[in-house]
């Protein structure tokens, strides 16, 4: 891809479809609509850290991505659907896709003792010979011919923050989503070859 051409915005998925949240019915809710699921996209956001030897405490929201629905999980409201996020994360029948997932797995195993399974980083996956590991921003304009945006006031906001701003969905809800969308691309390209 010549980095020379502009890319038209990659437009991601419309706010009214994603869920914040934040109470027992809601996390019923995307339950529901994520139990049956073959492929799920999947993220977390951490506050950000500023300090030398200052450590993060985070995740503090936890992303999953259906293709049509995101649902936003922000830790602060843990006690009340942790269950519904372990469930889902430890899953051996649903697949989780995203990208760099390493660190998200050892702060979900230390803060909530989650222990994801059946996950597969796509920037590993996907990684060319000889290349580097693939970044979302690059898959989305290889697979769809488009720019993410990737805000960096937004990427280093604070995600503990209650509420979230709609900025701060939209950002966290794309990440999640796109990462389902460009494995569900990789595989349809692959099928073909």
């Known amino acids: 891809m010549n ?3 502009i890319l038209p915005p ?10 914040l949240v934040q109470s027992l019915q809601e996390a019923e809710q995307a339950w529901g ?18 300090f030398k030897g200052q450590q993060s405490n985070g995740p503090h929201l936890i992303q999953l991505a259906s293709d049509t629905e995101v649902f936003l999980f922000p830790i602060l409201h843990a006690g009340q659907t ?3 996020v372990k469930a889902l994360l430890e899953s051996p029948q649903i697949l989780k896709v995203g990208f760099g997932l390493s660190d998200d797995h050892k702060r979900l195993h230390a803060k909530l003792g989650i222990m994801p399974n059946h996950v597969l980083d796509l920037s590993r996956a996907m990684r060319e010979k000889g290349a580097g590991d693939l970044g ?3 898959a989305v304009a290889q697979f769809f011919g488009m720019r993410l945006q990737k805000s960096k ?6 995600w503990a923050a209650s509420p979230l701003n709609e900025r701060q969905m939209k950002y966290a809800a794309d990440d999640a989503q796109v990462a389902l969308l460009v494995y569900r691309k990789w595989l349809a390209l692959k099928a073909l070859n």
Do not use: M, Q, R, W
Request: charged share 20%.
């Open 10 to 19: 990659y437009p991601g998925i419309l706010l009214s479809h994603v869920h």
């Open 33 to 50: 609509t994520l139990k049956n699921a073959d492929v799920l996209g999947f993220d977390t956001e951490s506050k950000p850290v500023f």
């Open 136 to 138: 979302a921003k690059t």
């Open 82 to 84: 942790t269950t519904v």
């Open 153 to 158: 006031k937004v990427s280093t906001s604070n």
């Open 3 to 5: 980095p020379d051409i």
